[in-house]
């Protein structure tokens, strides 16, 4: 899951006051997440320069990340990235739940084979959190592979000892890492090589979310998932516009922060999540 401990502590709140959801930790709520009368005027101002780089931050790796959790590589990448975000027009008829990233204008998806083998280690190096991560690891991915049945993650524990990006015998490697910027972090699947790991930090069980339910919304971004709140429907919590919508908006999706204005605040994999995967994928 990507969330900054501001995230945390709100929906930390959440539990013992709804109404803690209703003020978003990022951005003005100028639109309710339910508000069918959106117009583009709703829409929070995009960031200049300066604002977004503020809003990013490096991995201990050196990978720069945006929207909390999703990489995008050196500080040059981070600004053509920058620059691709400004001058991209709306796509999608600014009013169009589930979203899939876009890259070029394509969908950023698997094949159809590989979709099919997304085969994976989990790091020994986690020691003590190990059986927890390889637990929720399976939690999460049961969420897609449930929705579509051409969808199949599949550990390979014979990797664990040399589970790493280098590691050319699983497709991605689950690895820990200390951070106090986000629970955990994945890709997507135009991803170059080095960037396409899932990197947990150890607030995974400390959270109050679910760690199945934060590993399943990390492998939504590795099936190709964008955040849910970055449709203008959400009122807060812009990121760009490459991206496709696959069904209606969703306050509740798994890809939803709750702090975004969200419906719910435990993450739970819903019925529009499980129709836009299949949607992409295959029933
Ligand atoms: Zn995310």
């Known amino acids: 899951m990507s969330l900054t401990r501001t995230g945390q502590a709100v929906v930390a709140a959440a539990a013992l006051a709804a109404a803690a959801l209703a003020s978003p930790a990022v951005g003005p709520a100028s639109a309710s997440a339910q508000d069918s009368t959106f117009t583009e005027a709703d829409r929070p101002a995009p960031p200049t320069w300066s604002e977004f780089k503020a809003s990013t931050y490096q991995d201990p790796t050196g990978v720069y990340v945006v929207n909390g959790d999703e990489p995008v590589g ?3 990448e981070l600004r053509a990235y920058y620059e691709k975000m400004m001058a991209t027009d709306d796509l999608n008829g600014g009013d169009t739940s ?4 876009t890259n070029g204008g394509a969908d950023d998806v ?8 997304l085969t994976y280690c989990v790091s020994d190096d986690f020691g003590s959190l190990k059986s927890t991560v390889v637990d929720a690891m399976a939690g999460g991915a049961a969420l897609w592979e449930g929705a579509s049945s051409a969808i199949d993650f599949v550990y390979d524990p014979s990797q664990d000892a040399s589970c790493s990006t280098d590691n050319d015998a699983v497709l991605f490697p689950v690895e820990p890492i200390e951070t106090d910027e986000y629970i955990a972090r994945a890709f997507f699947p135009s991803s170059p090589d080095a960037e396409r790991n899932v990197l947990v930090d150890d607030s995974l069980t400390t959270s109050g979310w679910a760690p199945s339910a934060i590993l399943g919304h990390e492998l939504g971004h590795a099936l190709g998932f964008r955040h849910e709140h970055t449709r203008p429907e959400a009122g807060t919590c812009f990121e760009d516009d490459n991206w496709r919508p696959l069904t209606p908006y969703d306050s509740v999706s798994i890809m939803h922060y709750p702090q975004c204005n969200g419906g719910s605040d435990d993450l739970s994999f819903s019925g ?3 129709q836009g995967v299949a949607s992409l994928y295959g029933s």
């Open 74 to 76: 050196t500080l040059a």
């Open 98 to 101: 589930l979203v899939v990233n």
């Open 110 to 117: 698997w094949s159809a084979s590989q979709v099919g083998d």
């Open 272 to 274: 529009y999540d499980a």
